[in-house]
């Protein structure tokens, strides 16, 4: 898997600059927040955001640094499914999907020990994710991408709820991020 492409694909998606009033992220490029832009050091203006840093955002923050680099190399849809579930609602949340989805699959541990849901992909989620996939193979992986894009479907609708304002974002939330 290179992730150069996920990255591409999610700048083709999040398009150029944008700073629509409902979205409580203010101004973005190419789906980097200021806030985001600010904290990896780009003090410019955002329409001026290099894409060269938005990709070198992209890789560390929501590649590298959650471990999806290490899940790509044993289960790449769910690596996929997590960077741009990270891109989108943070990586704590996606890694705490891939955390949840594991422990609800796990057999009331007779396949694995339950995780403590952390909110990050480290020793024991990896050894969590190999023997789920050990057991139930490619089709587990399937499962298990299904299942976490269950959890992420229902964050989107509880958002909505939650502040009218987000129904804006509630469609292409679900048209472009699930499945």
């Known amino acids: 898997m290179d992730v150069s492409v ?19 992220g203010g101004p973005t490029h190419f789906g980097i927040t200021q806030a985001v832009a600010r904290a990896n050091g780009f003090l410019g203006d955002m329409r001026a955001l290099p894409r060269s840093v938005a990709v070198a955002i992209y890789r560390r923050l929501y ?11 044993i289960a790449p849809s769910v690596a996929e499914e ?18 949840r989805a594991l422990n609800a699959l796990n057999r009331n541990e007779a396949d694995y020990p339950d995780l403590k849901v ?10 969590a994710l190999g023997a789920f996939l050990k057991l139930r193979g490619r089709s587990g992986e399937k499962v298990l991408l299904k299942a976490i ?10 958002l909505a709820e939650s502040r009218p304002a987000n129904e804006a974002f509630l469609y292409g939330w679900l048209a472009n991020r699930i499945g």
């Open 6 to 24: 996920l990255i591409d694909e999610v700048i083709a998606r999040e398009g150029g600059y944008g700073n629509h009033p409902a979205d409580r």
């Open 82 to 99: 997590l960077f741009d579930t990270a891109v989108n609602m943070g990586p704590g949340t996606a890694s705490g999907f891939l955390q």
């Open 118 to 127: 952390d909110q990050s992909v480290g020793g024991k989620t990896m050894a």
């Open 63 to 73: 590649w590298e640094k959650p471990g999806f680099a290490f899940v790509a190399e």
């Open 149 to 158: 894009e269950a959890l992420q479907g229902e964050r989107y609708l509880a």
